[in-house]
């Protein structure tokens, strides 16, 4: 089993920029954990973020964040991060990042078993 908890939401201006934290513990090696983020606002369905390979070497992006967010991870501190910049008020919603055992990169929410709570990012206009 893998725990994961995410922090660093809050409230940011469009334009600013925020960075979000995912720590994860567990029973399996992080860096054999391939890790996603995912947003949902209301009334939305869940939506993939970015995914990154448990080397951290491969990555991927939505469409919607191309250009303006960062997924990174750090496999000493057993945490992965996602940079935000340049936000805007359509990026508001509750991220949660997601992880599981696997060498590709992973785009589905079904693909992931460990789900943190979330944290919730607002963007005012």
């Known amino acids: 089993q893998v725990q994961l908890a995410e922090s660093g939401g809050g409230l940011a201006q469009a334009g600013g920029s925020l960075r979000l934290s995912c720590a994860a513990s567990g029973h399996i090696l992080f860096k054999d954990l391939g890790m996603g983020w995912f947003r949902q606002a209301p009334g939305n369905e869940r939506e993939f973020v970015a995914a990154i390979t448990g080397t951290g070497d491969s990555y991927w992006y939505a469409d919607s964040v191309k250009g303006r967010f960062t997924i990174s991870r750090d496999n000493a501190k057993n945490t992965m991060y996602l940079q935000m910049n340049n936000l805007r008020p359509e990026d508001t919603a509750v991220y949660s990042c997601?992880?599981?055992?696997?060498?590709?990169?992973?785009?589905?929410?079904?693909?992931?078993?460990?789900w943190g709570r979330g944290t919730q990012v607002t963007v005012s206009s």
């Open positions: 997601s992880a599981d055992q696997r060498r590709d990169l992973a785009f589905r929410a079904v693909q992931y078993r460990f």
